[in-house]
């Protein structure tokens, strides 16, 4: 069974950086799908940007687009959202994601994934 944990989280001035990191047990060489969404209190969680942890390729919503880059360390099987130029509206409860399925595509629907870690809070001011 596939645990993610998140970490990284914290209170930034708004401008700060964070780098978050999920690293995903037990080790695996299939390459995935692992993602990135973030639910602020009162909102719908909204995916912030995805990776495809063979092909590295990665994907990023209109928002974060510039300022958020997502990397992977396959060695370690983790996942690491550099996140730049911070803003309020960044902030809210990160979680980590893992599709289903391997064979899944690099969706952003959330539905497509089956694993979540507990989340990291992330609180810009």
């Known amino acids: 069974h596939v645990q993610l944990v998140e970490s990284g989280g914290d209170s930034v001035q708004a401008g700060g950086s964070l780098r978050l990191s999920c690293a995903a047990s037990p080790y695996t060489l299939i390459s995935s799908c692992m993602a990135w969404f973030r639910q602020a209190p009162g909102k719908e969680r909204e995916g912030v940007a995805r990776i495809a942890t063979g092909s590295g390729n990665t994907y990023y919503a209109d928002s974060v687009k510039g300022r958020f880059t997502i990397s992977r360390d396959v060695a370690k099987n983790t996942v690491y959202p550099q996140m730049n130029s911070l803003k309020p509206e960044d902030t809210g409860m990160y979680f980590c994601?893992?599709?289903?399925?391997?064979?899944?595509?690099?969706?952003?629907?959330?539905?497509?994934?089956?694993?979540w870690g507990q989340g990291t809070q992330v609180t810009v001011s």
């Open positions: 994601a893992r599709v289903r399925f391997s064979y899944i595509a690099c969706v952003s629907g959330s539905s497509a994934y089956g694993y």
